[in-house]
């Protein structure tokens, strides 16, 4: 298995060992209080005890620590068993060591001592990986469930996406069938990008081409009412972003802010990054106050906000302002590169092949 399924966590990380020695010391606390026969807690045993496990605690950490690719290539029995002896083996020695040097003339009850160690270690090192052999597969469970509620959420939108697609459409038919014609061919395209939907995260370069795509079969309905302004900072071709996140952002934008205005209007769409987060924002004029709400543009963004905490979690997020008769969704996403295989076509080479036969 890889290292990151691997059930044991990685104690190469500060964080896992400050919390193993933070929990090893609290068992000292607990033994040092039992050991006590005057007052509280027996200090000078709670001195020894605490320098004896944290040392071993560290060593043992260090060693699974440098073996974890190897242990992760075998059964769970295996490694375990390897963890199990590694820490034993930690646990002897400086057992042995403490001993020579604190009780040298003490013969049989060393040994006794050290039984009783060893099996105290035993306890403690079985029940450490039983919990973490538990937290690992109830984090498996959780991911499995995270997986279907996405595959759900990005089932809900596709078909919100293609009634409204087609509603332009039909629209177009009647009065330019040539334009119409044109619009089923961009949407084809869009759905050819669309129906991917192997991958939880995509680069935000797809994401920007299928709002391309979009944008020019609104552009066929709305003609000059729609104006667009791109400010698409440099280098964030490949930043991970949820499929289908952006798009029903300027879906948004045009239903609420273009469509109801004779004039029309523009629709910015922006993105940069700023220290470890990658800013998007989708601005339109305001909607007017008697415009109605569109419900599936209301659940396309409940939607967004579900994936996007499965995904990232706390770091992601999704809000809306009105400043200056400008209507602004802002999405804040967690700088982070997401694989890619396949490179969209450009739209001057998809127009290009529609002459060809």
């Known amino acids: 298995m890889a290292t990151n399924e691997f059930y044991v966590p990685d ?8 919390l193993l020695l933070v929990t090893s010391e609290l068992l000292v606390l607990v033994l040092a209080i039992v050991q006590a026969e005057q007052g509280w807690i027996d200090w000078n045993y709670f001195g020894l005890l605490s320098l004896f496990v944290q040392w071993t605690t560290l060593t043992s950490a260090a060693l699974i620590c440098l073996l974890r690719a190897r242990l992760a290539r075998m059964s769970v029995s295996a490694a375990t068993a390897i963890i199990v002896a590694i820490v034993l083996l930690d646990v002897l020695a400086f057992s042995l060591f403490a001993d020579s040097v604190l009780h040298p003339e003490a013969g049989v009850a060393v040994w006794q001592g050290v039984a009783k160690k060893l099996l105290l270690a035993l306890l403690i090192v ?31 939108i596709q078909p919100h996406f293609l009634f409204n697609s087609m509603n332009t459409i ?57 104006k667009l302004d791109w400010q698409i900072e440099g280098g964030l071709d490949q930043q991970a972003i949820p499929p289908l ?10 239903y609420h802010g273009i469509q109801p205005r004779p ?35 209301r659940m396309a963004l409940a939607n967004i906000k579900s994936r996007l905490q499965a995904l990232f979690g706390e770091p992601a997020v999704l809000k809306h302002s009105h400043q200056n008769n400008v209507y602004t969704v802002t999405l804040r996403l967690p700088r982070q590169k997401a694989d890619e295989r396949k490179t969209p076509r450009p739209t001057s080479q998809r127009k290009a092949n529609r002459d060809q036969p």
């Not at 919990?131 to 997986?147: K, P, S």
């Open 11 to 18: 104690l190469c990380r500060v964080r896992a060992v400050f």
């Open 126 to 156: 079985l029940m450490v990986l039983r919990y973490f052999y538990l937290q690992h597969q109830w984090q498996q469970q959780r991911e499995a469930e995270m997986q279907a509620h996405l595959a759900s959420l990005q089932a809900r």
């Open 170 to 226: 039909a629209s177009l038919i009647a009065i330019n069938p040539d334009r119409a014609e044109e619009a089923v061919l961009d949407l084809s395209e869009l759905f050819r990008a669309s129906l991917r939907t192997g991958d939880q995260l995509i680069p935000l370069s797809r994401e920007l081409a299928l709002c391309q795509r979009y944008l020019a079969i609104e552009g066929l309905r709305l003609g000059e009412r729609l």
């Open 245 to 254: 996140t952006l798009q029903p952002l300027v879906e948004n934008a045009i």
């Open 263 to 297: 004039e029309g209007g523009t629709v910015r769409i922006e993105a940069q990054a700023r220290g470890d987060f990658v800013y998007l924002l989708v601005q339109n004029p305001k909607p007017e106050q008697n415009s109605h709400q569109h419900d599936g543009n």
